[in-house]
């Protein structure tokens, strides 16, 4: 077959190519764009006593090239909780050519609270970044609020060196991308900027006085808005150009605390199995009952060696059945122990229980003049479950009849007691109405017959 540039086929050919060729060029540009664009991820640490695995990723098992690739494209990566609080974050700064606002709040733990807010002080002033504002409380619960700026470059490791005070209770860190809002607002100044100058213009070529004030009017509207677009654009771009950390230190060990509840329930189920109960009971006289209660650590501080004592039900630590936990151990911090004891409701009680317990610091160390106590009751009501009277019954009945007239007659003398002086007089009056009475009839005439 002959040449033919000019062939239909050809042609053909040739235009599905170079289709195919853009739509390639297309795609690759489409991958690095994305790529380009990737936000970085935002991570929300926090305590959580109750695991001990990691937090954060999701993911206990992940590769190690996968873990690189996270950290090439920027992501934030927890690598879990330990046993004094919160691993430190691996957060990378990659520079997208976007304009993003860093921001991390920091709760930290530590024995000196001034000490550690002047390390932290000059912690940052080493990365060039300054303090921008703290809030301090004294004793009894000393707390401290600063507040840092750094340079978006310097963020990951301020944060790193404020980690290293104490212990990190918890960790908040997350990033916006304020591109388009700046770019807005740039393309709005120029608009108003452009505006404003005609409104001057006009200004200058007005004619009359009505003319003058209308412009004058618009022109200050313009220049007002003018003024709070360039505001707003001064505030994000320094938010941009300035990471802010907020860093809030507290006193390790400083509030421990005990909470009480007691509760209960009717019949007995071997070791307080139905725990918890009801907050009151009424139950027939002479019926089984079971009291349970849950003690917590309600502070931030281990509690040992506890004691439980209640006057009325007469019992201590060593006369209740344990439901779960160990009173005898180191209870952590928001933890509890539950205990029981089984009763036979004779008669209406109010409990009057009392727990307290010693703080001891990390090492086991009891807290010098340190305890915590708490108090709750629980009212049980014994109910007459009633039936035909017996002998007994009929006794009490006589008995209380019997109670009730004599404190009749004793509240009638005590009323007529103030009353005795009349009793006197009452009978002379009487004996000289009779003498009289008497005295009249003899002197009267005998009728005649």
């Known amino acids: 077959m002959r040449w033919n540039p000019r062939s239909p086929w050809l042609v053909g050919l040739l235009m599905v190519v170079v289709i195919a060729v853009v739509a390639a060029a297309c795609s690759g540009g489409e991958d690095s764009a994305d790529t380009a664009a990737v936000p970085i991820a935002t991570t929300v640490v926090g305590l959580d006593s109750s695991t001990g695995g990691d937090v954060g990723n999701g993911n206990e098992d992940t590769p190690l090239a996968s873990r690189a690739n996270a950290l090439s494209t920027g992501e934030v990566l927890a690598d879990g909780f330990g046993t004094d609080g919160v691993d430190p974050i691996v957060f990378q700064v990659v520079d997208l050519g976007r304009d993003i606002i860093f921001t991390a709040d920091m709760a930290v733990a530590v024995t000196d609270v001034p000490a550690a807010s002047d390390r932290a002080t000059r912690e940052i002033a080493q990365l060039g970044g300054f303090l921008f504002g703290q809030r301090t409380t004294g004793a009894p619960n000393p707390v401290s609020v600063l507040t840092f700026k750094v340079m978006p470059e310097d963020f990951s490791e301020a944060l790193e060196r404020l980690g290293t005070i104490g212990e990190v209770r918890a960790q908040n860190i997350s990033t916006s991308d304020v591109t388009e809002r700046i770019v807005d607002l740039e393309s709005r100044i120029l608009t108003a900027e452009a505006s404003v100058e005609r409104l001057r213009e006009l200004l200058a070529s007005a004619g009359g006085v009505a003319v003058v004030v209308q412009v004058e009017t ?20 320094d938010q941009v150009s300035l990471a802010t950390i907020v860093v809030t230190l507290t006193e390790a060990l400083d509030r421990p605390g005990v909470s009480l509840a007691v509760t209960a329930y009717p019949g007995h189920d071997g070791l307080g199995q139905s725990c918890h109960g009801e907050p009151g009971l009424s139950v027939d006289e002479g019926s089984a009952a079971t009291i349970c209660f849950e003690v917590i650590n309600s502070g931030d501080t281990p509690l040992t060696n506890f004691e439980l004592n209640d006057p009325v039900l007469d019992v201590t630590l060593e006369d209740l059945s344990v439901v779960f936990g160990d009173p005898a151990a180191t209870i952590e911090p928001g933890e509890s122990i539950m205990l029981a004891a089984e009763i036979v409701a004779e008669r209406d009680l ?45 006794l009490e009945a006589s008995l209380g009849l019997l109670a009730d007239l004599g404190r009749v007659i004793i509240l009638s003398l005590g009323i007529a007691l103030p009353f005795i002086w009349l009793i006197p007089i009452v009978g002379w009056v009487l004996i000289r109405w009779r003498r009289r009475d008497r005295v009249t009839l003899d002197s009267e005439p005998a009728p005649s017959s």
């Open 218 to 237: 618009e022109l200050l509207q313009r220049e007002t808005q003018l003024e709070t677009l360039r505001g707003q654009l001064r505030t994000l771009t």
């Open 350 to 394: 109010r409990t009057q229980t009392r727990i307290g317990a010693t703080p001891v610091n990390q090492d086991g160390q009891p807290l010098a003049g340190r305890t915590v106590a708490a108090t709750a009751t629980v009212f049980v009501n014994a109910v007459d479950p009633g039936g035909v009277p017996g002998f007994r019954d009929g």
